[in-house]
């Protein structure tokens, strides 16, 4: 099985791709993890690209979950190579809400689906990215995008109510 989970900032995409890893054995790759990695600010697109086209190559046969959005690290492949593909479309408040929540958790730590040293914390550049820049209308149209695309393997989660619907009917352990 490979499972790709899109969204918005602050949605549940790692926890759900990580107990989606958890259910059913599959390796997870986190996108923000390669694209936050030691170094980043100088690595190149294309070693980060090489870094998740290891991870597909890799796990090609297995399956894999990955999470985030990242259409310049083998988007299109990631979609074709899918059996299912997970959107978390909350609302702008449900993710400031949820990204609070994390920030409280983790504030100071690094979160279990970031690199070493990339240590969680709020700020006005944050709320602004939940709120408005990275849910632009480029942004939205690309998971409407998706859906046409994939209409038989794409699925949209609006709130948490589906996504608890989604894990009792996955069986999945709920978020800690």
């Known amino acids: 099985m490979k499972i790709t989970i899109l969204g ?4 549940g995409k790692s926890t759900l791709a990580a107990a989606l890893g958890r259910r ?3 390796p997870v790759l986190h996108l923000d993890r390669v ?3 030691p170094g980043w600010a100088e690595r190149t697109q294309p070693a980060q690209q090489a870094d998740v086209a290891a991870f597909l190559d890799a796990n090609s ?3 894999w979950v990955i999470d985030g959005n990242y ?3 083998c988007y299109d492949r990631r979609l074709a190579e899918s059996d299912r593909i997970l959107i978390l479309a909350f609302g702008r ?3 400031l809400r949820r990204v609070m929540e ?3 958790r983790y504030r100071g730590r690094t979160r279990p689906d970031m690199r070493e040293g990339c240590t969680e914390k709020l700020d006005a550049e944050f709320v602004r990215w939940v709120l408005w820049d990275g849910r632009t209308k480029e942004r939205r149209a690309r998971f409407t995008a998706v859906t046409a695309a994939w209409p038989a393997k794409a699925e949209v989660l609006r709130s948490q109510r589906d996504l608890d619907r989604l894990y009792r ?3 999945l352990d709920p978020p800690q």
């Open 8 to 11: 918005f900032s602050g949605a």
């Open 24 to 26: 059913y054995g599959l």
């Open 35 to 37: 694209h936050f990695a």
């Open 61 to 63: 046969e297995t399956g």
């Open 71 to 73: 259409t310049n690290l």
């Open 93 to 95: 408040w449900a993710c």
């Open 102 to 104: 994390r920030t409280r």
């Open 169 to 171: 009917a996955e069986n």
